[in-house]
């Protein structure tokens, strides 16, 4: 059994008919394994998805089994020391997660895809949210034990509802509404479902909607509306980001023909609306998300819209109506029965990295950080953080310039001028790398080699200054006198372009000082006044 890794959109592109064929086929399956949904889902996260696809053929055959996976990367604000976390690929938006897996195949490919995961650098892989059977998963779980890891099942129960999102009830439905009604519900549910109903179907107040194209957006903003004014006080900080991943998911699943989204009137007063993922080839209805106005009471919206949706379903030829994660009680009138997910963490020992070192697609989120490190004058932080990243990535030419630029400042000028002189073989066009070289370079007192790193700057750059004064310091120390005045004079005289001023007159100090070297007759006097010239001529 081998294992490719697909990071690529157009990898993920090309996989369609053989992800599609193995949705097809596989009975645990489920709509948040779909291409139709991941591919849209992931897309936010371009650099950090990844697919792990199992063949037993030959490169080019087909796939028998996908992994999705997300990677994110944690950081130590104390020690700058960062780690690396695996998702599964839909986590925050799918309720359900798993592998999809040809019929036949799961005793080869899940241990296969276990073992690569051993393979990957990572200190905690959150397996969230999994709907496997119990083969499945142990085939998963046992190839993942090892002793440098612990792996800890969780619980997901909320506290304040005592509602357990580890427990999904869904109803399985009949071929018919009336048989759903007689053996699905209870004598009182269901006269309530039929009372309501005929009120619903002969009436000229109620009537319900179904989103379109010249509606999508108008629903989605009444039922978000709605549902943010009910769970605004618990939602805090996270409303804004929860609003808006959910409006992206509608249009998202609008899109692609998986959005169901009724919305129940009281004439020109919406009452309430329900989200539905479509999964028209399983056959389910996934309940994702209600809205209700609180404040109304003509009819009860939620009872009425379910069972509106369930006779839709069932005349539609759909199997099953899923309320997904949660064991809410209103949930139970529609005669559910429970699924249990699993939420298992795996972590190591050590909290550090499998192979004690980063995923190398994290670089530029390290990067990131070590750079605010770096700004916020946290050396230590910043310099862990950037070593980090050159353990996987030793060419990575930001990384060099900022490590440089920290041990520089920590006068640390040996350690900055190996920095620097990798970063030049990798980036031999950087005027700045260079530049950088040459004045470590002149601070060990290298002179030579500084020379010919302000030599190779002004080879680039032929009008900075500056490095027209670093080489004419270094070939003053080289005692290459002549060279060394005729580069500080035309710094000091120049006058064709701006020139720091303090510049200049750096420039000047060092010819007066190249002037008295050659000449003990000069002398350098103190200005009694400042129109006086810096160096007098003795009487002879």
């Given at each position: 059994m081998h294992i490719d890794v697909i990071t690529t959109r157009e990898g993920l592109n090309g996989l369609r008919q053989n992800w599609d064929d193995l949705y097809e086929k596989d009975p645990e399956a489920q709509f948040f394994l779909s291409w139709t949904f991941l591919s849209s889902y992931l897309r936010r996260?371009?650099?950090?998805?990844?697919?792990?696809?199992?063949?037993s053929g030959p490169q080019g055959s087909p796939y028998v089994a996908l992994l999705p996976l997300r990677l994110r990367t944690r950081l130590n604000k104390k020690t700058g020391f960062c780690h690396n976390e695996i998702n599964m690929g839909a986590n925050y938006a799918a309720d359900y997660t798993g592998i999809v897996c040809a019929p036949g195949f799961a005793d080869r490919a899940i241990p296969a895809l276990a073992k690569h995961l051993m393979k990957m650098n990572w200190a905690?892989?959150?397996?969230?949210?999994?709907?496997?059977?119990?083969?499945?998963?142990?085939?998963?779980?046992?190839?993942?034990a090892d002793k440098r890891l612990t792996a800890q099942r969780m619980q997901r129960v909320n506290k304040t509802d005592n509602v357990d999102n580890c427990i999904c009830p869904a109803a399985s439905l009949p071929g018919d509404w009336d048989t759903y009604l007689e053996q699905k519900i209870s004598s009182n549910t269901r006269q309530k479902i039929r009372r309501f109903l005929r009120k619903l179907d002969g009436s000229d107040e109620f009537r319900i909607t179904h989103a379109d194209a010249s509606t999508i957006d108008r629903d989605i903003g009444i039922i978000l509306e709605m549902w943010r004014i009910k769970w605004?006080?618990?939602?805090?900080?996270?409303?804004?980001?929860?609003?808006?991943?959910?409006?992206?998911l509608f249009k998202d699943a609008f899109e692609s023909g998986t959005l169901f989204l009724p919305i129940l009137w009281h004439q020109d007063k919406p009452l309430a609306g329900l989200a539905f993922l479509v999964d028209p080839v399983k056959k389910a209805m996934l309940f994702h998300l209600a809205g209700r106005d609180e404040t109304a009471n003509e009819i009860p919206p939620g009872l009425v819209l379910h069972a509106y949706c369930i006779r839709r379903a069932i005349e539609q030829g759909f199997r099953s109506y899923d309320f997904l994660r949660g064991n809410e009680s209103y949930k139970y009138s529609f005669g559910v029965e429970e699924t249990k997910i699993h939420c298992v963490l795996v972590k190591t020992r050590t909290g550090r990295n499998l192979g004690d070192r980063l995923d190398a697609r994290s670089v530029a989120s390290v990067l990131e950080q070590a750079t605010k490190f770096h700004e916020a004058g946290k050396l230590a932080n910043a310099e862990s953080a950037y070593r980090q990243i050159l353990e996987v990535a030793p060419r990575h030419a930001r990384t060099l310039y900022g490590l440089g630029q920290l041990l520089a400042a920590k006068a640390d000028h040996w350690s900055a001028a190996d920095t620097f002189g990798s970063l030049v073989e990798i980036a031999p066009n950087s005027v700045k790398a260079w530049s950088r070289l040459a004045i470590e370079l002149q601070a060990l007192s290298r002179h030579s080699e500084a020379a010919d790193a302000f030599r190779?700057?002004?080879?680039?750059?032929?009008?900075?200054?500056?490095?027209?004064?670093?080489?004419?310091?270094?070939?003053?120390?080289l005692r290459q006198i002549d060279e060394a005045a005729k580069v500080l004079s035309a710094v000091q005289d120049r006058s064709d372009k701006p020139i720091d001023p303090l510049l200049r007159a750096k420039a000047r100090m060092q010819l007066n000082k190249l002037k008295q070297d050659l000449n003990p007759c000069y002398i350098r006097l103190e200005p009694v006044k400042a129109s006086l010239p810096l160096l007098e001529k003795a009487d002879a």
């Open positions: 996260f371009e650099g950090a998805w990844s697919i792990l696809a199992a063949r905690k892989l959150h397996l969230e949210n999994l709907r496997m059977s119990e083969k499945r998963r142990r085939l998963l779980l046992d190839n993942l605004a006080p618990r939602k805090g900080n996270l409303l804004p980001g929860l609003l808006r991943s959910n409006r992206i190779k700057v002004l080879e680039l750059n032929p009008e900075l200054p500056g490095a027209q004064y670093g080489l004419g310091r270094c070939l003053a120390e």
